[in-house]
């Protein structure tokens, strides 16, 4: 069995090379991987070698946004079935801690995440996986879709952080894919107004082609709002846009800003502000899934490049080098 | 000033008649009436004379789904102008019990109601209102938009009683106009599979033409479903479709089922069900408006007659005596 | 190793037996059992052969509500060690299915549930089970402590699934044990007044001596409450019981009625009163170890009545014929 | 009608004077002032003139933790009658606006508080409020518990913003009256193990005294808990007990710091912690009552001295100047 892989080497190169595969054991699938969607994370990983206390410490393969088809299953299998297409959860939980037996599985301490070192990720050709790390997309979704279901994750579950409720008037700071993605989740959870700021001008022009209002810099001085999502991780933003929330505002933080952020906490005493800080997600695959495959979530638009594996490289930098991109797509089979 | 009002002088005799009107005080507004509603209290007060422990007694204006033009404002209205087109919410609160207080106004136990006896309702030219009852609707929505935004704030809060959350699967049983709106508020909050029962084949070929699942009878038998949104009030349908309910599943009953329902509570406890009685609805209006004026929601579809004033006693009969038939609008300026 | 069990044969028919027991293998710990609590369904198998569908076929050991001391552990236990004394949790999970990884691991479909046929439960001598089942007690709390930390989990979670806030006004109906349990759980979660009824002057009397008003037949005819929780299981109770509730009222259905209960359901409409069914606990132990051992609970006044193993159909049989008793404790070391 | 009044004059000056009165009006009721309760920010007022933006501007009384007796009612009274005992809510809410009936009347733009500049508080011997601002006490609490309802309104209100759930481990940072009773309130609503910390050894001991585990500086390095309530108010502490929480952990901000405080934000997405923001208290009066009453609760061992109304300034300034006091408590018939 060929298996390519983007393998990063070190901080900084990539080369595609032959990587051993096998075949899956117990619950374990193979996934044929045909499309993967680059993150900011990767390519922090690629250009820093670091995210945080995650170091890269060796060769790794990137990659955790991801979709293919089934190619082949384990003997204790019974989710999926080969030919089966599905989109990936990245996490694997050790469903055994408090955190797994409380539904914050996501928060368990011994979680394999793809991508995340030392853990090598979906940027191969052929991936070996739990079968209940996959949920089987509909075939109005192409794997495009189905690899976008983790950024609308993302998104999904900020949505929740912030308790956001019916008719909330909502707002997104940063409106990269991910701002843009949690905007759509907000609306397609019934939100009132949902307006995302964002200090590119493409990026602002880019939400208003899909109906949101969008400013360049900041909302509407007078604007008020019941809900914040702070995706933008630049310092300076939350502060500012806490002053726009109401009494009784919910922030989610989704951006993760470096250093120290300086906030004046007792201005917020008075209008009793809640801020809640986001870690990726948790129960939101078949939620995303419903949403794109039924329209109410367009993530086709937000892919704005493609590229084959030998590409890979190109894919992780496009975001840096190219201000009109939005979302990479590799596709390990081209 | 003139002010036909359709008066129901004795259940089963309603006139138009000209009824005294007055200029808007404090906090009042006059508004005039361009687009009811007909809800099937209305009927039941028409031809049984009562609901319940509500009973008719004396000459009465039907009518609570409303909406029109703001005419003249009282001295201390700050909310509207004149011009204003609005939609009305039917439910006064004392603003000062308990209820009101705690966010729960619409179980207010002096709450004045549109047409709940003995107060009269909106099936008027000119109807003198609290300004707190009127919420503006943009101009891409339409009077009878505005009136459709009370049937729309039952179905969004028995998603809220039955604890609606995205990725829901849910049955809605009974899909007249109340069962119809209710789907449509799942699917706008992003329930994943919305499945609609009724008896009618009419009224499940309706459901199906805005892109429902929806069946004659009950659902597949092998479907399983997070909430269940009773709306039928037929007995027999809630046992059945409670059995439908997966582990820790939610039902909101909006349907009144007259007399005893027997359920077989014991077969509730090992999934641990929870059943929530539904009234009316609360803080629903912006929401309503912006799923309708987003087109998240369908209100218009809905509508399938019109009448003018001095057709209102035909209007409140079309649902018993036309099985094709699902919202009449009465126009009082017609 | 001796490992004496109170085996029921059949129903109605329990003989003292030695039993097969062996070495505790990976994560599992071998428990010296020296206290076991009767529950009513224990005496329900032991009489009727049967509760609901689960239905007795062939030999059992039954009992689960139990504490013991390590006597032995496998080799991949980490959570305690021998000479630990234990309160058991009586339900495993799956772990592994979407109830559990949402944090509902008791509506697991695949729970093995001590005494539960076919497994058996804890009225032996030694016990193995796996350490996740275990939860250590301090000195302070003494065996019985420890068994008694089951029927107060079922209070404790009908307080959780009656959404039960501080301040709310309770009213238990049936003051067995776990109505005395679900009440003292009440007030120990800041409950403002907690009424208990009961048909049996002698659990009135009981209840009243640990501070609760109390009520031979119904509460007082003026009384509301925020919360009902229903353990007494006697048809026509609960009906009686939820005309009581204010509007907004919460009831958790502790007690299993035989058949169907007959409810006016439409009369709760106007008050949304929500009734929430209860199975069970999750997630309770720690909380209960530290409500008892911290004297906001007192579990060991219930505990009117102790038996040798070799009495256990004594113990079983103890509530049928004695009215004045409440729990009986089974103690297999004696 | 004698009226002495503790009046500020201008930031340091206090004089005892004759203030006129009147007759109750409406739904107001006359209350004879018992115990008033000192809080730090009525020494606040005296020693620097200004909270945040609430400026001192002209003489103003002082004191809002009050109880008394009900000296006279107007015509409109209903819920209280002379003679009655009562613990005073120190905020009046429009009951009109967004917040007041979405339940957050405590956050209502409009709401007039006692002895918030410009409105006058409690330190006098007749007080003429809104009856609905009255709670009667039972009569084994003394005034002085009555007025103790206010500080531990804030203790019960920032366990709910910080979802404290029973069973949550829980540190509360700072040992003063309010730290002290928001301990209490997370030990009566069923929390775990409650941890205080304070730097001050007086504080320390008390709080050991009332059976709290309790440290001088931090909690133990190894320490981790499910609840955080920051009560000092001193920067520096907050991000320090933020690393003591576990995922998923809740922070509820009292203690209003002065300036910025710089949180390392990103370090707390991996275990998504919440940070709440507390503004005093909302329907908590009752609760309190019921927790004080029943013994759950004791508000009398922080008292630990009491001035004559002509005492007043010393009662205000005693924090400042005995390190050995917690609460005073000013007695204006005295």
Redesign the interface.
Known sequence: MHNLAAVMQRPGVIVVQERPTRDPRGREVAVRIEAVGVCGSDTTYLTAGRI?DYVVDGAIVLGHEAAGQVAAVGPDVTRVRVGDRVAIEPGTPC??CR???????H?C?RLVFLATPPHDGALVQRLVIDE?NLFAIPDGMSYEDGAMVEPLSVG?WA???ATLR??DDVLVTGAGPVGILAAQAA???????VVLTDVSPFRVGFARSLGFEAHDGEADADARFDVLIECSGASGV?PEALERLR??GRAA?VG????????????????????????RYA??W??AI??IS?G?VDVRSIVTHRFPLAETERALLLARRDPHSLKAIVQPQL
């Open positions: 945080g469903r055994d955190e797994c037996l409380t539904g914050n599985y928060l301490p209940r999904l949505c929740r952080r019916p008719g609306r397609a959870l019934g939100a009132a107004r939350l009494p009784a933080i993760m800003a470096k250093g120290d952020v300086a906030l004046a906490l007792a201005h917020y005493n008075p209008r009793e502000l809640t801020i809640s800080m986001v870690n129960h939101t078949p939620t419903s949403l039924s109410r």
